[in-house]
């Protein structure tokens, strides 16, 4: 697995680096939708140039982790979360009227759409290890029979401590009680009788 993940990091990484310096070379046509897009959303965009560089900037910097191999999960996240923005701008199928341009766009999109489940597949591979939460999950379980061993030992030894200090207890008070008696006897045997 780890040759196939040598090999697929890189390929799937290549788009997006391409993509990326393509728009920053032509950042003007994207511009376009990314301002449509912004206005549907009703999120007030200015100056829709300097998001769609900064979002050509994040796919190269993601995609060159990625084909790195550095923070493969978090660069496959942050590359699935760039891909929709420019998606949507970029490749609108359903806004184009011609049934040519239409059936390209559409094609496009559904690459992109693969490119995207490719993507979260790359965030969801723990690398042949456990997942975090599955290490949680095993740490707590762990814990918790640790300290049910440990609290029956314990509690082995705390009943042995009452039963010592409660036949103590009961031998105490039982020589007390046989202490008192002798000295109430003794004290009845001074005492005149009548």
């Known amino acids: 697995m780890a040759v196939l993940r040598r090999i697929t990091r890189p390929l799937l990484a290549i788009p997006f680096a391409i993509e990326g310096v393509r728009t920053l070379r032509r950042p003007l046509p994207l511009a376009a939708g990314t301002e449509s897009w ?3 959303l009703g ?3 200015d100056d829709p140039l300097p998001v769609v ?3 050509a900037a994040v796919q190269i910097g993601a995609g060159g982790l990625l084909a790195l191999g550095r923070l493969p999960r978090t660069s496959s996240l942050v590359l699935a979360a760039s891909l929709v923005p420019a998606t949507l701008a970029e490749h609108a199928w359903w806004k184009e009227e011609d049934p040519e341009l239409r059936k390209d766009q559409l094609l496009e999109f559904t690459q992109r759409i693969g490119l995207f489940g ?3 597949l790359g965030a969801a591979d723990t690398h042949g290890k456990p997942s975090a939460a599955y290490r949680a999950r095993t740490a707590t379980t762990r814990g918790r029979k640790k ?3 440990a609290a029956a030992r314990t509690g082995g030894h705390v009943h042995a401590a009452i039963d010592t200090v ?3 207890a009961s031998a105490a008070a039982s020589g007390t009680g046989r202490a008192v008696h002798s000295a109430a006897g003794s004290a009845r045997a ?3 009788h009548r």
Request: hydrophobic share 45%.
């Open 38 to 40: 912004a206005r549907r």
């Open 43 to 45: 999120i007030p965009v």
């Open 53 to 55: 560089k900064l979002n």
């Open 118 to 120: 490719a993507l979260l």
């Open 147 to 149: 300290a049910h061993r």
């Open 166 to 168: 409660g036949s103590g």
């Open 190 to 192: 001074k005492l005149p």
